[in-house]
């Protein structure tokens, strides 16, 4: 079963392509045009063996939001795609991740039932050339594109750079686990029969 697809959006803001493997190891090639969310998005490929090609040409003549948001989006539907119909996968994952005095939560059930639950501030306005602000809505877009229940919690840290870092590090490792084939499975994890 090949879990790589290839995800094009074209709006009147954005103009994104992704190619995403669940089952690569850990590759990317990286242009959104924001150096520090290339840095967040090459931590995650690398951390969750997702062979990851993205190019994006947004409107930063504006700002940052709808560059990120949209590139949020896409992952999202990459995500989705990539499963199918989510036969034999682990369905949960959860990782909690430490990076010097920062520690953060990440729980994924990828249940098709859209929801986000993110507990995480961060102190300055900008990280490199990222709104910080828009950590939170990058992962909203990930996880109502994906069908996702993600929770993305701080619990300890002072570091911005470490806390943005060990968010896109976490969700990584979780969604690893996650998308994991588990041969013990018959079909779908739900007692419904379908996800």
């Known amino acids: 079963m090949t879990r790589n697809v290839l995800v094009q959006r074209n ?3 954005t103009k994104i392509t992704m190619s995403l493997n669940l ?7 990286l242009n959104t045009g924001i150096g520090f969310f290339d840095h967040m998005l090459d931590g995650f490929a690398r951390h969750g063996f997702f062979d990851l090609d ?10 940052s939001h709808h560059t990120i948001e ?37 729980g994924i059930d990828l249940s098709g039932r859209p929801y986000l639950n993110f507990d995480g501030a961060f102190t300055v306005e900008r990280l490199g050339d990222m709104d ?8 909203y877009a990930v996880s109502y594109a994906a069908g996702m229940n993600l929770h993305i919690k701080v619990l ?22 996650a ?17």
């Open 54 to 63: 993205l190019a994006v040409d947004g409107d930063l003549n504006v700002d």
């Open 132 to 139: 910080t602000e828009m950590a939170r809505e990058f992962f």
């Open 11 to 13: 709006t009147k803001e």
């Open 156 to 177: 300890d840290g002072t570091n911005n750079h470490h806390i943005m870092e060990a968010m896109f590090k976490a969700f990584a490792k979780a969604l690893d686990q």
């Open 70 to 106: 949209d590139t949020g989006i896409v992952l999202g539907m990459a995500i989705k795609e990539a499963l199918g119909n989510k036969a034999g996968i682990c369905r949960y994952g959860s990782m909690i991740l430490p990076m010097d005095e920062t520690l953060v939560l990440c």
């Open 23 to 29: 089952d690569g190891t850990g590759k990317a090639s």
């Open 179 to 195: 998308t994991q084939m588990d041969e013990r499975i018959q079909g779908v994890l739900s007692t419904k029969g379908s996800l």
